[in-house]
């Protein structure tokens, strides 16, 4: 397997959006929605041959990956700084870039292959509010953090409270993408998020009217000091 140029994607490697996707693309990145198009473009060429994403995602980029991560900045205030943990292929960190400009976003991935391919689509895509680290959650905290918090398939709540809430800034929150078993992953969690300054987590959704599935999120504020 080699390595594709990113600045060069070859043509055809990226999946037509349907005309649904298209509606949805339209609303979620608006005037940006080319950026967006090159993005998926990379997914779906040097992202595969990477080994970021398996081939049978390709199908589905736009839909389970590209716009399911990028409404969860919806839940985002004007302006603020988000600490993305466990990037891998730029979800959801690179999405939300995309969608959201007045967003400061700091990608966090441990894999060197992954850093790389990263920084080298972040320079095609011009995205200058992105900012890409290679260390693993814990190494960075104290020295990052931001108003909001990250993640994405990356490990069970129990494990990931300790990896985000400590990035989160008082008064900020964590904003985990779950699938079903969201409410199950809280109830197993709640200690542990309690012992980290966390506050009550509940499941939010993201994307109504715009997403055939929206998008469910476990969001856990974190408590400032008294």
């Not at 300790?162 to 992953?185: D, F, H, N, Q, Y």
Request: proline fraction near 6%; hydrophobic fraction near 45%; aromatic fraction near 4%.
């Amino acid at each position: 397997m080699t390595d594709a140029d990113p600045q060069d994607p070859s043509t055809g490697g990226a999946p037509e959006a349907t005309a649904e996707e298209q509606v949805a693309a339209k609303a979620v990145f608006g005037d940006r929605l080319d950026i967006a198009r090159g993005f998926v473009e990379y997914l779906a060429t040097s992202g595969i041959e990477r080994g970021l994403l398996g081939p049978r995602e390709v199908p589905r980029l736009w839909s389970r990956h590209v716009l399911n991560c990028a409404v969860i900045a919806d839940l985002m205030s004007q302006d603020s700084t988000v600490v993305d943990v466990g990037s891998g292929a730029g979800l959801p960190g690179l999405a939300i870039a995309i969608a959201r400009p007045d967003l400061q976003l700091h990608l966090v991935e441990p894999l060197e292959r992954r850093v790389i391919w990263l920084s080298e689509v972040v320079e095609a895509l011009a995205l200058g509010n992105v900012t890409v680290h290679r260390a693993r959650a814990e190494q960075v905290i104290g020295t990052l953090s931001g108003d909001y918090v990250t993640a994405r398939a990356v490990s069970a709540l129990t494990t990931l409270a300790g990896w985000t809430l400590p990035l989160a800034v008082p008064g900020g929150e964590v904003l985990a993408i779950k699938g079903r078993s969201a409410g199950e992953e809280i109830e197993k969690a709640r200690k542990v998020i309690r012992k980290l300054g966390g506050g009550t987590p509940e499941v939010v959704t993201a994307g109504q009217g715009v997403l055939q599935e929206p998008t469910t999120v476990v969001r856990i504020p974190v408590r400032s000091p008294a």
